[in-house]
């Protein structure tokens, strides 16, 4: 095979390992991203419910302190209706004291429902709570996983990124600025198979005594409705 095809086929070989290696390195922390997202979920909908357990409690305060003061209305009221002097004012008080404490009434049952409201959410809180954790451990786990995969990823990119510089300087400068341009041009793939007589970059046929000499590997052919280069496997 001629020595400068050779070259260049390793060397297309390297750069597509290269493009991978880079797809990787750049698909990874968008990994970690959307693992983080899942965990942020999660504690945004703790701060909500948290929210909410704290509205509920204030509103419960309120409650709270509009029976205390009808409480005191129905104090005072019971102090009045000592003082009464005819059955009509009497039986005035009495309905007044009837409706204060149907309020009171209403009142706790109102606060009565808050509790219960508070407990539900305190319970779906604890839950939340219990898996965030978890989360957290699972988010880490994988988080350092994925960082040891980067290094990995890196140094296995410095050893083929030192590979290429050594082919390429054994490579004729005009062959490598003609392959850099059409690297650029095809999508990073200038060195391509002949199989069954089509060139395997842009799928086209070629002439058959194009294809004999293709087939000999013993120069750098290009195809000519793409101008990759082309190389017989055998």
Not at 13 to 35: M, T, Y
Not at 197 to 216: D, K, M, V
Request: glycine letters at 6%; one cysteine or more; proline letters at 2%.
């Amino acid at each position: 095979m001629n020595r400068q095809l050779e070259l260049l086929i390793n060397l297309q070989n390297i750069d597509s390992e290269i493009g991978g290696l880079e797809n990787s390195l750049k698909k990874i922390p968008l990994e970690i991203e959307a693992l983080y997202s899942a965990y942020q979920q999660i504690a945004g909908e703790i701060s909500s419910i948290k929210n909410e357990i704290e509205s509920l409690n204030k509103e419960r305060r309120g409650k709270e302190r509009e029976v205390e003061i009808e409480n005191d209305h129905l104090s005072k009221t019971k102090v009045k209706l000592s003082q009464v002097k005819t059955n009509e004012e009497y039986s005035a008080i009495l309905k007044e004291m009837d409706g204060i404490k149907k309020k009171i009434n209403q009142l706790e049952d109102e606060d009565l429902s808050l509790l219960e409201l508070i407990e539900e959410k305190q319970n779906i809180l604890k839950e939340k709570e219990r898996k965030i954790m978890e989360e957290e451990r699972g988010f880490q786990d994988k988080k350092s996983e994925k960082e040891r995969e980067i290094e990995g990823l890196k140094n296995r990119f410095e050893q083929k990124r030192l590979e290429r510089e050594s082919i390429n300087n054994s490579i004729d400068s005009k062959i490598s600025k003609d392959y850099i341009k059409v690297a650029k041009n095809r999508g990073g793939m200038a060195v391509v198979r002949f199989a069954e007589g089509i060139c395997q970059g842009c799928f086209l046929g070629l002439p058959p005594q194009l294809a004999s000499e293709i087939r000999r590997n013993e120069e750098i052919i290009k195809c000519p409705h793409c101008q990759r280069v082309l190389y017989w496997e055998g």
